[in-house]
């Protein structure tokens, strides 16, 4: 190739990618509004709240942060907000032990974050950050109480033999520890009946059979 060659392919080369350049940036910033929502008063005093209490430390949000608590970005689609709350405002008195602190938040300065927080849940991340993978041995047949566990996603709070979240116990012997399959129906539909307090959600839209069928499950993890 000669000189004069040489140079306009990299003129030209150089000339082309720039255009194309261009060309993505302005289709990325016409797509930018689409992927979050509106960013109201109340979430942008609950993203101050997030600062000054340096949450961010502990967890991360959209990839950034400390790894030492859960990831929050889409935290709101995994937990009731009601529970968000209370766990937030006292983590020890949701969950005895915990390792997340008490930091004084008040119940205003919770739903201020709260309301930050269903907004990064609303944000467009292309499925950032990836989901646990909360079920294995999908070819396995399931068993109906199995099932129930799996579309409820109770797995997101309890975990069984090492899989799962972490907010309510460990289900791994619940059988032992809770051998009437009564409590655990009374339990399922309404958690506050049986323990004051709890903050487990009821899952008041199951029929008797289901919470049977659940109830069932659950007894057999000895
Ligand atoms: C010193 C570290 C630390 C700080 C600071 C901290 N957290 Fe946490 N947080 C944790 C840990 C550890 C957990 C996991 C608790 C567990 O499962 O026992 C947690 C759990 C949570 C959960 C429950 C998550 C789930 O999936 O159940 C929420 C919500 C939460 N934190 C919000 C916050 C917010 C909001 C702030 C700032 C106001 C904050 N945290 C500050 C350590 C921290
Ligand atoms: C948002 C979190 C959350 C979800 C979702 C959740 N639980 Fe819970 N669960 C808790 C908490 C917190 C406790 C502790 C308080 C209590 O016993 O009610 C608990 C307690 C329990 C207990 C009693 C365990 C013991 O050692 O005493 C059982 C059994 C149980 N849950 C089963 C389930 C099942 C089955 C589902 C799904 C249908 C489910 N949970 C969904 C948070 C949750």
Same mark, same amino acid.
């Given at each position: 190739m000669s000189n004069n060659a040489a140079k306009n392919l990299f003129i030209y080369? *150089?000339?082309?990618?720039?255009?194309? =350049? /261009?060309i993505l940036t302005v289709?990325?910033?016409?797509?930018?509004?689409?992927?979050a929502p509106e960013i109201t008063e109340k979430v942008?005093?609950?993203?101050q709240v997030w600062h000054k209490y340096d949450c961010i430390g502990c967890h991360t949000i959209f990839g950034?942060?400390?790894y030492f608590a859960p990831d929050m970005t889409k935290v709101t689609e995994r937990k009731p907000l009601d529970y968000l709350k209370k766990f937030i405002m006292n983590?020890?008195?949701?969950?005895?032990?915990?390792?997340?602190?008490?930091?004084?938040? *008040?119940?205003?300065?919770?739903?201020? =974050? /709260?309301?930050?927080?269903?907004?990064t849940s609303k944000v467009d991340t292309n499925g950032w950050p990836p989901?646990?993978?909360l079920a294995l041995g999908g070819n396995k047949k399931e068993s109906a109480g199995e099932a129930l566990f799996r579309k409820?996603?109770?797995a997101a709070c309890h975990q069984i033999n090492g899989m799962g979240g972490t907010a309510g116990p460990d289900l791994t012997h619940v059988g032992s520890k809770r051998p009437d399959i009564n409590w655990h129906m009374r339990h399922l539909k309404n958690p506050q009946s049986v323990v004051p307090d709890s903050a487990m959600p009821p899952f008041e839209d199951l029929t008797e059979d289901e919470l049977a069928d659940l109830a069932g499950y659950l007894i057999e993890f000895k």
């Amino acid at each position: 190739m000669s000189n004069n060659a040489a140079k306009n392919l990299f003129i030209y080369g *150089s000339l082309l990618c720039f255009v194309v =350049l /261009i060309i993505l940036t302005v289709d990325t910033m016409g797509t930018l509004k689409d992927r979050a929502p509106e960013i109201t008063e109340k979430v942008d005093l609950g993203k101050q709240v997030w600062h000054k209490y340096d949450c961010i430390g502990c967890h991360t949000i959209f990839g950034n942060g400390s790894y030492f608590a859960p990831d929050m970005t889409k935290v709101t689609e995994r937990k009731p907000l009601d529970y968000l709350k209370k766990f937030i405002m006292n983590p020890r008195a949701v969950k005895p032990g915990t390792a997340m602190p008490v930091l004084g938040i *008040s119940a205003e300065e919770a739903d201020n =974050l /709260i309301a930050f927080l269903v907004w990064t849940s609303k944000v467009d991340t292309n499925g950032w950050p990836p989901k646990p993978i909360l079920a294995l041995g999908g070819n396995k047949k399931e068993s109906a109480g199995e099932a129930l566990f799996r579309k409820n996603d109770c797995a997101a709070c309890h975990q069984i033999n090492g899989m799962g979240g972490t907010a309510g116990p460990d289900l791994t012997h619940v059988g032992s520890k809770r051998p009437d399959i009564n409590w655990h129906m009374r339990h399922l539909k309404n958690p506050q009946s049986v323990v004051p307090d709890s903050a487990m959600p009821p899952f008041e839209d199951l029929t008797e059979d289901e919470l049977a069928d659940l109830a069932g499950y659950l007894i057999e993890f000895k």
